[in-house]
């Protein structure tokens, strides 16, 4: 089967905006992770799904972001009233299970704040 | 904290020849798992080569091997016989299993290969 796919490859939008990134992992992979690497901070954790289990939610930075996962595959991540320090490329990643399993990664999404 | 350093920013090698990539971590767990992923200008992170920390002997794959230290919490990564499509930028990674197994990245180390 195909890879980790995500979309779109890139977005601009203007500040004040809402944006919404999506995920569509391996199949049958039932860990998903959210990921995002810029300049600044360099490559942090966002946001971590594993089965059915409430997700971590741990790594993201502000109110205005939130993710979600629908039937246990496609993830969205929405970030509401983008700022420009939002600017960075949003990888995504799956993997069977957690304990050291390997993650595979999309091409990313590259978002641009205006 | 727990962390990843790679001292080396940006690396670079003659066609054929031998590089190693140096990385140190910290963490408190006892049980965890190490890996190297590269990534190419297209973005997309490919998995390199992966290291339990329960085992003492070093991964290898094909032309890429580790030298895994635990005790001086050291993972660095040599490529052998250095190709021109092994240049990348490469990241230093762990998971630990009560973290959901979220991987941690060092800053990276932009490798060139010269011809």
């Known amino acids: 089967g195909a890879g980790v796919s995500q979309s779109p490859s890139n977005k601009v939008t203007e500040k004040g905006k809402d944006v919404e990134l999506r995920c569509d992992p391996i199949?049958?992979?039932?860990?998903l992770y959210w990921y995002r690497q810029s300049l600044g901070q360099g490559l942090e954790f966002l946001i971590y799904?594993?089965?059915?289990?409430?997700?971590?939610k741990s790594g993201l930075p502000s109110d205005r972001f939130s993710a979600e996962r629908t039937g246990g595959s496609v993830s969205t991540l929405t970030i509401q009233r983008t700022q420009q320090e939002d600017s960075a490329v949003y990888l995504c990643?799956?993997?069977?299970?957690?304990?050291?399993?390997?993650?595979?990664f999309g091409a990313g999404t590259r978002l641009s704040v205006l | 904290a727990q962390t990843v350093t790679q001292s080396q920013p940006e690396m670079s090698v003659q066609e054929a020849e031998t590089v190693t990539l140096s990385c140190t971590y910290d963490?408190?767990?006892?049980?965890?798992?190490l890996f190297w992923y590269k990534q190419p200008p297209s973005r997309q992170m490919i998995l390199v080569i992966r290291q339990e920390a329960y085992k003492q002997q070093n991964a290898t794959e094909n032309r890429f091997s580790v030298n895994f230290q635990k005790a001086a919490k050291s993972f660095s990564l040599k490529i052998s016989d250095s190709q021109l499509g092994d240049a990348a930028m490469y990241f230093c990674?762990?998971?630990?299993?009560?973290?959901?197994?979220?991987?941690?990245f060092g800053e990276g180390t932009q490798l060139t290969v010269n011809p």
């Open positions: 799904f594993q089965g059915n289990s409430a997700p971590d």
């Open positions: 963490t408190s767990e006892s049980d965890y798992y």
């Open positions: 990643a799956s993997s069977l299970g957690s304990a050291g399993r390997v993650q595979y």
């Open positions: 199949s049958g992979h039932t860990a």
């Open positions: 990674t762990y998971s630990v299993e009560t973290s959901g197994s979220r991987l941690t």
